[in-house]
């Protein structure tokens, strides 16, 4: 296409566009709002789209196509809490201009893919399944059932479970005349949620008097109200809702019931060793220093020969890189940690530094020992601020490390998928999701799993019926109390730390490339401390406030007697301070140990480590005296919980972000894998562990009843028509015979004949979704309409995006 012919049509479509009503560009932005929200790129394919519909889209078609996927996107989510049947969906995208058996597809590749249905939202009854009682009392199906067992019951390992019973639900008929698969969960700890843990305490509000400080957000109510008070001691924070986070559904909408805390106040108050406030200007200073310092480490992989300097850094950092718990050997493949190290200690302007300006440049060190983006504590002043008060933007907790043990190239691979929008918490903890999520499933608590055993699997479908009562499921659970289960595949949602651990043996054992991404992903530590006080001492408006510690001589110099190394091991401690009140509903503050102090405080008695918290605070509010005693406090030491052996995962200096994915990939379809540590795009996070559990469950699927397949062959197999469009039911060495087939004139023909279960206005996806030929065209959709998921929508993107790719890519 030529540059004028494109510019002609561009200008066509503006103008066509200026003539639609605001109504209809408003559906329209609504439709790509739910595109978007569903982490679809709303004028584009994503893989899994492009390579299931390549051969059927015709480049006329692609704009019929993303209309209905993108109209039965926003229709689900407009009630994330009904099914979207897809009778509604059917009926709502019929006149859309694609061809009704592709309608019939994209509703499937949706349902599969668990982009809509997902969640607390059970799939709709539908005569597929009309049948389906029987099948329980019958003694004979029982025996011979299938099952699958989920190992680990976090949130990934729930969010399979759950999957996987609609999924099985759903498509019973598929199964049929046996029943579908049986799901069991075995959870080794004798609660659900793994390191969703929502702790509850043991300090009562009837037991305090009111709050010296005022109310926030109904606080009278803890004096008055009796309710339950948790403390999330592992994950906390949702970081954004936008742009695709399934949180967005699952706890804003269909667990309205939950309240949460949103931390529209992102200030972050700094105080230093004197327990003074950091003003801003020193503040924008150290953290320029610390941006140069991050951002000339980050160009070294830009570089094909490391510095000469840097060469002899890593050489002299060998002699004093510890070894043990949170400390690594050096290399001659610097990572994160060396490298910055390195420019810091050769700055230009590192022996002026006080050691106020070092204290402050390591808080920020400590706080990327936690966080992954490299905008980590960005300050931002308005025009004409005056308090000392430094702008934090809050990102996910994704390192959970010393910065000596990132990888210098892929330590923020995941950076582009960040989800946006404000942060919040959930009140009384974060942990209620997969408790809640998890109803109605079969959870076996205390039983931990010691070993799982493989046998050979032989295709279940090519067996003679006769033989199916004596078929030996393929896959061997063995748990420590004795228990044995067989079961057709098993889900191992385990943290990763558990994997390193070898606690659970595999026979035979797994395959090299999978041991090798276990061991090449490194699985990091983050503590916290909690403290439950009668009243409130702090401002009940500050949500967060940091301490900058110092390790520097008497003299507050900088010079060749100070003892980075110490830096390094402490800066960590009591970093930062959560005011958790509104959450908890009682007094409290949660101090973080992160880096190097959060292995090191692991093997501190807590009586010490509260007296060292409460030294701290006593310097931050001097003007409170004494510091009150806490009424409760809870240290975490997660390295030492055996189910868990840390917090998550991060990219370790041999890792890249393709052992992610190497880590999700499953063994003879027989062992799968979820949790955050197989997730490449949102690891560290619930969100990213669930997501991996929805992927985990479609693979599962697409194993027992095969993948979605759009057949573009005139003539299937087993498929009779006769002459006046009636047709007859498709068989296969699988599957019982299906109920009516539609043909497309019997889909548009009112007075057709429905199926007797289904009503004389209702349409089932199975009628209408297998009884069409979807035609193949002569060409397909260019490989420049392709978008992979992305994190945020571009707000330069409009309809001439589509009209982009010339005809000769077609």
Not at 41 to 50: K, M, S, T, V
Not at 582 to 593: D, E, I, K, N, Q
Request: glycine letters at 6%.
């Amino acid at each position: 296409m030529s540059r004028g012919r494109r510019h002609s049509q561009s200008n066509s479509q503006s103008t066509h566009q200026s003539k639609r009503s605001p109504q209809d560009r408003s559906h329209d932005q609504q439709l790509d709002d739910a595109a978007h929200s569903s982490r679809l790129h709303a004028r584009g394919l994503c893989q899994e789209e492009f390579e299931l519909f390549q051969h059927h889209l015709g480049r006329p078609d692609l704009e019929s196509y993303l209309k209905v996927r993108n109209t039965m996107l926003w229709l689900w989510r407009e009630s994330p809490k009904e099914p979207l049947t897809f009778a509604k969906a059917f009926e709502a995208t019929k006149d859309h201009g694609l061809h009704h058996g592709l309608i019939a597809h994209v509703f499937e590749f949706l349902l599969r893919s668990g982009y809509i249905n997902y969640g607390l939202c059970p799939f709709q009854e539908d005569s597929l399944r009309q049948d389906q009682s029987h099948h329980a009392a019958d003694p004979a199906s029982a025996h011979t059932r299938k099952m699958i067992v989920v190992v680990g019951s976090g949130i990934a390992g729930v969010a399979v479970a759950r999957q996987l019973e609609n999924l099985f639900h759903y498509y019973a008929w598929r199964f049929a005349p046996d029943p579908p698969p049986k799901v069991i969960v075995l959870e080794a700890k004798s609660r659900i949620g793994g390191r969703m843990h929502s702790m509850e305490l043991n300090t009562k509000a009837s037991s305090l008097s009111k709050p010296s400080s005022p109310p926030l957000d109904g606080a009278t109510a803890l004096t008055t109200t009796p309710m339950k008070h948790a403390v999330d001691l592992g994950a906390q924070i949702i970081t954004g809702f936008e742009n695709g986070n399934p949180m967005e559904v699952i706890v804003r909408r269909q667990l309205s019931e939950l309240k949460l805390k949103y931390l529209v106040n992102q200030t972050c108050d700094l105080f230093g060793h004197d327990g003074k406030l950091v003003t801003k200007t020193l503040d924008v200073h150290c953290e320029t220093v610390f941006n140069q310092i991050l951002e000339r480490a980050c160009q070294l992989r830009d570089e094909d020969e490391l510095p000469l300097k840097l060469k002899a850094y890593l050489s002299e950092r060998n002699k004093w890189d510890g070894k043990g718990p949170g400390r690594v050997q050096s290399t001659t493949q610097p990572t994160l940690g060396h490298s910055m190290d390195f420019f810091m200690e050769s700055h230009p302007e590192r022996h002026s530094w006080t050691s106020k300006e070092l204290g402050l440049i390591h808080w920020h060190y400590a706080n990327l020992e936690v966080t992954t983006s490299e905008n980590i504590c960005h300050t931002k002043y308005q025009q004409g601020f005056q308090k000392a008060k430094l702008t934090f933007n809050i990102t996910q907790f994704a390192n959970a490390t010393p910065l000596d043990q990132l990888s210098l190239r892929y330590w923020d691979q995941d950076d582009d998928y960040e989800f946006s929008g404000s942060h919040c918490m959930v009140v009384q903890g974060y942990g209620q999701v997969p408790v809640l999520l998890s109803e109605g499933l079969d959870i076996r608590l205390d039983m931990p799993v010691s070993s799982i055993k493989r046998l050979s699997n032989p295709n279940l479908s090519t067996l003679p019926s006769v033989s199916k009562s004596r078929y030996r499921e393929p896959v061997q659970i063995q748990c420590r109390n004795g228990a044995t289960l067989d079961c057709t595949a098993a889900v191992i949602t385990v943290p990763l730390g558990v994997l390193k651990s070898q606690q659970i043996k595999f026979t035979p054992q797994l395959p090299t490339w999978k041991e090798q991404a276990i061991k090449n992903l490194g699985f990091g530590l983050l503590n916290k401390l909690v403290l439950v006080f009668e009243n409130s001492f702090w401002d009940s408006d500050v949500e967060l406030f940091g301490y900058v510690g110092s390790r520097s001589g008497k003299d507050g110099s900088c010079g060749k007697e100070l003892d980075l190394k110490a830096y390094r091991s402490s800066r960590g401690k009591f970093y930062m301070f959560w005011n958790c009140a509104v959450v908890a509903g009682l007094p409290m503050l949660v101090t973080l140990m992160a880096g190097q102090s959060a292995y090191d405080c692991e093997l501190i008695p807590k009586e010490e480590l509260v007296r060292e918290a409460l030294e701290t605070l006593a310097l931050i509010f001097s003007h409170v005296k004494p510091i009150p005693t806490p009424i409760e406090t809870i240290v975490t030491r997660w390295s030492q919980d055996e189910f868990a052996q840390g917090s998550y995962s991060f990219v370790a200096k041999e890792a890249t972000g393709e052992d992610y994915d190497l880590l999700a990939k499953p063994v003879d379809r027989q062992l799968y894998f979820a949790g955050e540590a197989t997730s490449r795009h949102y690891p560290a996070t619930a969100h990213g562990a669930y997501l991996s559990g929805i992927k985990a469950a479609k693979d599962i699927l697409d194993s027992l009843i095969g993948p979605q397949v759009v057949d573009s062959s005139r003539h299937k197999k087993g498929l009779k028509r006769s002459n006046d469009g009636d047709s007859g039911n498709e068989t296969s060495s699988r599957n019982s015979p299906q109920p009516h087939l539609m043909s497309l004139e019997d889909a548009n023909d009112p007075d057709s004949p429905r199926p007797t279960h289904h009503g004389p206005n209702s349409l089932s996806f199975m009628s209408l979704g297998h009884g069409f030929v979807v035609p193949r065209r002569r060409g397909r959709v260019c490989r420049s309409l392709i978008a992979k998921f992305v994190a945020q929508r571009s707000d330069s993107e409009d309809d001439s995006d589509v009209a982009d790719a010339t005809e000769e890519e077609i």
